[in-house]
């Protein structure tokens, strides 16, 4: 038994060493075994105002989807006192590509939000974790306002099996019911308000792939402008007993619904970021460049392709220091490793932070994507990966050397 234990760590150690054999800066795990540790989606507060905390949670499996009665541990790490995990709650509303939405509430210094449940009702809980105090919106929340005032949501029942929350019990949940969509939540009160309804984007017809009420339709990957003026969403469908996604739309709009606006030219956007509050860094498909990331400027149709040379794989993105600089990942290459970069818009250059391995069980609804997070002034970043042998887990770099 001690023999086999040995040659593990030896084994894990060794593919801990070559993974990351091209970075510009090593990566420290913050997390250990035997429990699971990450964080799941990429445009979230995880650090603390200080950069002492990091919101992380924990869970004992890792190779299913949840279900109902699933639950997983809600925590921080405590980068100034030897990475200690100091557990804050639980939930049971979570997925393992988005995690149960825990961030830092914006404007806040020690209040913290992430969805949960009770009975058959998906909620947010919103708690200090200096003082512990708690209390409770009637909605999950997917994305808040830079301000903190408001927020948006979806129904997360609707999802793909690897952002959906596993229900209690099975309901019909219809194809495009219309007192269904986005709807806006006021983070004071808990107000909400359907603000975007599937009726609302059937009236504007598709007119590049197959069509129609009977099909399955969601609306998720809610962003919201840094100024609140706007925000952007994607519309998908499928067929009912078909996971394949039939196609994907791209749309903005205003913070009560308004002025909706159908991009021609962003056909099949996947992940973006605001570069500012009128244009986005978008990966998507379009006709006449190909699969790219393009900047869009919001209600328009111009569109430019974007560091194509560099740029060129479709990665989980966020603007640094005043858009100087884009933090991205990319799904696994052929020989199963994940690469994680910057790359500086100034001078058109990228600067690597690693490629780290994922074994192929990491596949599917069950992949555990890198979804690097970076700190608020933009020095530090930390990751998900299962690449050093325990898991998955959560790992630490300081990139305060390349961006100053």
């Given at each position: 038994?001690?023999?086999?234990?040995?040659?593990?760590?030896?084994?894990?150690?060794l593919v801990a060493r070559n993974v990351a054999e091209d970075a510009q800066v090593a990566a420290r795990p913050i997390t250990r075994g035997p429990k699971f540790h990450w964080y799941g989606y990429y445009d979230k507060l995880e650090f603390d105002p200080e950069n002492r905390y990091v919101l992380g949670?924990?869970?004992?499996?890792?190779?299913?989807?949840?279900?109902?009665?699933?639950?997983?541990?809600v925590g921080m790490v405590d980068l100034k006192d030897g990475d200690r995990w100091i557990e804050l709650g639980e939930s049971r509303a979570w997925s393992w590509q988005q995690g149960?939405?825990?961030?830092?509430?914006?404007?806040?210094?020690?209040?913290?939000?992430?969805?949960?449940?009770?009975?058959?009702?998906?909620?947010?809980?919103?708690?200090?974790?200096?003082?512990?105090?708690?209390?409770?919106?009637?909605?999950?929340?997917?994305?808040?306002?830079d301000d903190g005032a408001w927020a948006l949501t979806t129904d997360f029942r609707r999802l793909r099996p690897e952002t959906r929350?596993?229900?209690?019990?099975?309901?019909?949940?219809?194809?495009?019911?219309?007192d269904s969509g986005i709807w806006r939540v006021d983070m004071k009160t808990g107000a909400r308000k359907l603000i975007v309804s599937f009726e609302d984007v059937l009236r504007i017809p598709s007119h590049y792939c197959r069509w129609g009420k009977h099909l399955l339709h969601w609306m998720s990957h809610m962003q919201i402008a840094p100024d609140g003026s706007?925000?952007?969403?994607?519309?998908?469908?499928?067929?009912?007993?078909?996971?394949?996604?039939?196609?994907?739309r791209f749309f903005s709009a205003n913070p009560d619904g308004s002025d909706l606006f159908l991009s021609q030219q962003i056909l099949s956007a996947s992940h973006y970021a605001w570069r500012d509050s009128r244009t986005l860094l978008v990966w998507s498909w379009n006709p006449a460049h190909g699969e790219k990331f393009y900047l869009?400027?919001?209600?328009?149709?111009r569109?430019?392709?974007?560091?194509?040379?560099?740029?060129?794989?479709?990665?989980?993105?966020?603007?640094?220091?005043?858009?100087?600089?884009?933090?991205?990942?990319?799904?696994?290459?052929r020989e199963?490793?994940?690469?994680?970069?910057?790359?500086?818009?100034?001078?058109?250059?990228?600067?690597?932070?690693?490629?780290?391995?994922?074994?192929?069980?990491?596949?599917?609804p069950v992949r555990c994507d890198l979804h690097p997070r970076s700190s608020r002034d933009g020095r530090l970043v930390v990751f998900d990966s299962p690449h050093g042998g325990n898991g998955r887990q959560m790992y630490l770099v300081d990139i305060s050397g390349i961006v100053g």
């Open positions: 038994m001690q023999r086999r234990t040995l040659l593990k760590q030896s084994l894990a150690a949670l924990e869970v004992d499996f890792e190779d299913r989807l949840p279900g109902p009665d699933d639950v997983v541990k149960c939405m825990l961030q830092w509430l914006p404007g806040s210094a020690g209040e913290i939000l992430y969805n949960d449940r009770e009975g058959d009702q998906f909620v947010a809980r919103i708690l200090d974790v200096k003082t512990g105090r708690r209390r409770t919106l009637p909605w999950p929340i997917y994305t808040i306002s929350y596993a229900a209690p019990r099975e309901l019909d949940l219809g194809t495009a019911p219309p706007r925000f952007v969403f994607v519309h998908r469908w499928r067929d009912r007993d078909d996971r394949q996604i039939l196609c994907t869009w400027e919001d209600k328009t149709d569109i430019s392709v974007f560091a194509p040379d560099v740029m060129s794989r479709n990665g989980h993105i966020t603007y640094l220091k005043e858009n100087r600089w884009i933090l991205s990942d990319t799904y696994p290459d199963r490793y994940q690469h994680l970069y910057l790359y500086d818009v100034q001078s058109g250059r990228a600067h690597s932070l690693g490629r780290y391995y994922t074994p192929p069980k990491y596949t599917g």
